[in-house]
C-alpha cells in the first residue's frame, strides 16, 4: 500500500538518506550542515521555504519531493516550483513519481498556484519517460552564472 504525506521531525534518517541517494544521481555531495539547515527549513512556517512529501509503502520511506511556491513576474498567482524527486530503485516503475508529482499538483491547487514546473537533466532518460506523461515539455534552455 503507497500512501504520500507530509515530512515529519521524526522522518530525518530516512529524509536524509532519501536526499543523499538523490544527490548522488546527481554527483553531488553536501556538507552536514547543509542538511540540518534544510531539514529544519522543510518543517518550519515560512510560507517562503520549501516543503516535503514523503512517499511510503507500507509504512517505509521510499520517496521524496520538495516544492516551493514563489512568485511570477507574469503572473497574479504564485507558480509552484518541483526541486527535487526521487524515488528508491527497487520501487520505480510503480507509480511512487507519479504520485509524488499528483501530490504536488494538489498542494499548488490548494494553494492557487496552478502553474507547477520542473527541471531535468537531459540524459535523465527514464524519468523523463514519466515526465512526458504527467507533464508537458518546454522549450526553454536553462543558464546559469559561471563558478
Known amino acids: 500500500m503507497m500512501h504520500v504525506r507530509p515530512l515529519t521531525a521524526d522522518d530525518k534518517p530516512e529524509w536524509a538518506r532519501l536526499w543523499r541517494a538523490y544527490l548522488a544521481f ?4 553536501l556538507p552536514q550542515d ?8 522543510l518543517l518550519g512556517d515560512d510560507p517562503q521555504d520549501f516543503h516535503c512529501l514523503i512517499a511510503e509503502v507500507d509504512g517505509k520511506p521510499v520517496g521524496l519531493t520538495h516544492y516551493v511556491f514563489h512568485r511570477h513576474g507574469w ?3 504564485n507558480t509552484c516550483y518541483l526541486q527535487d524527486l526521487y524515488a528508491d530503485p527497487e520501487v520505480r516503475g510503480k507509480g511512487i513519481g507519479r504520485a509524488l ?3 504536488v499538483y ?3 491547487d490548494t494553494a492557487g498556484a496552478p502553474s507547477v514546473y520542473w527541471l531535468t537533466q537531459d540524459f535523465n532518460t527514464e524519468a523523463r519517460k514519466l ?3 504527467v507533464g ?3 522549450p526553454f534552455v536553462k543558464y546559469a552564472r559561471p563558478s
Do not use: P, Q
Not at 547543509?34 to 527549513?41: A, L, M, N, V, W
Open 34 to 41: 547543509i542538511y540540518d539547515t534544510y531539514f529544519g527549513r
Open 131 to 133: 515526465y512526458d506523461r
Open 26 to 29: 546527481y554527483d553531488t555531495d
Open 75 to 77: 503572473k497574479v498567482e
Open 106 to 108: 494538489k498542494a499548488a
Open 136 to 138: 508537458e515539455l518546454t
Open 101 to 103: 508529482i499528483k501530490a
